[in-house]
């Protein structure tokens, strides 16, 4: 019987292939995200890595008078200061990344394989550390809010009028919203409702919605549970006596501040560690420079992954 397949006429596309080069991307870490809030912080190096925080105790004690122009007895006072302040100690954030020599010497091209690891392990920890300057429970911004600085939303949604609220909390000069995304498409959904839609602003290169001038920055590292999450407020800065972050400078190793690459050594198994390290801590250095809008109703939270809780 005759072969009915049809002759091939040409190369393939199948053999093709195995003379052409694939265009390999870098791997893709699905878990990076903008970190907004480090960039926003201003960051102060510490030495010896304790930051001790000195305040005035009973300020309202420091009086000062308008003296009558024909007294010539002027008034005096003091300023006393709190004889236990505060110390803040930096927080680790490591890990030590192991390389087998043989992966590294054989498969580094076009990536190099050392790079490429440590560069994955320094996002996962610099997102670690978000996290943790929210919800650390001994320093984060979350575990630093004052009893007299929360609030609670007036409806359940985020409303304009409970961030008008936040604002009686944080009114000196304050500087951003931060909040869960979906938080953040809540606020802008009652917004819409009530015919004020929020303006945006350009920081960064991106547009974020604002309200009053103030812009609200997402993170979702700002925990989510029970279709709830929270709306935070801070002032920022050294010189505004508010919130600020602190790093460890001069670190052998370092890449960047507060972050440290060290190579251990070579085991007799021919893998290569290296030590990566991360000390940051965060300071609140007025009670009015923080608060926190709880229990914000995101709605429809059943259409959200588990993942976000």
């Not at 991307?25 to 960051?43: F, K, M, N, V």
């Not at 006072?77 to 590294?104: C, G, I, M, Q």
């Not at 990566?276 to 250095?285: D, E, G």
């Amino acid at each position: 019987m005759a072969d009915t397949q049809p002759a091939q006429l040409a190369l393939g596309d199948n053999a093709a292939r195995q003379l052409a080069n694939a265009t390999k991307t870098a791997p893709i870490l699905s878990t990076i995200s903008p970190r907004w809030l480090t960039h926003l912080l201003q960051w102060l190096p510490v030495e010896a890595g304790i930051y001790r925080l000195n305040k005035v105790r009973n300020p309202q004690d420091v009086q000062v008078l308008c003296a009558k122009r024909d007294e010539s007895e002027l008034p005096s006072t003091f300023v006393d200061y709190d004889e236990k302040p505060r110390e803040y100690f930096l927080n680790a954030v490591s890990t030590v990344l192991d390389v087998h020599t043989r992966v590294s010497d054989l498969y580094s091209s076009p990536h190099d394989q050392i790079k490429e690891q440590l560069r994955l392990t320094i996002e996962t920890i610099k997102e670690k550390q978000e996290s943790e300057l929210i919800n650390n429970p001994d320093y984060g911004l979350l575990a630093s809010v004052a009893p007299e600085q929360i609030v609670y939303p007036l409806t359940g949604a985020p409303t304009p009028d409970d961030m008008d609220e936040l604002l009686t909390k944080v009114w000196k000069e304050p500087a951003f919203f931060l909040t869960h995304p979906l938080a953040i498409a809540a606020f802008g959904r009652e917004c819409t409702r009530r015919g004020v839609p929020p303006p945006t602003v350009s920081l960064f290169g991106s547009q974020f919605l604002t309200w009053r001038g103030i812009p609200l920055i997402p993170s979702d590292k700002v925990p989510v549970a029970d279709g709830k999450t929270k709306i935070i407020l801070l002032r920022v800065g050294d010189k505004r006596q508010g919130v600020v972050g602190l790093y460890q400078p001069g670190l052998p190793g370092e890449q960047s501040p507060g972050l440290s690459v060290r190579f251990m050594g070579i085991s007799r198994n021919a893998i290569a560690s290296y030590l990566i390290s991360l000390y940051c801590s965060l300071a609140v250095q007025s009670d009015d420079a923080l608060a926190v809008l709880e229990d914000v109703e995101i709605g429809k939270f059943h259409e959200y992954p588990d993942t976000y809780k």
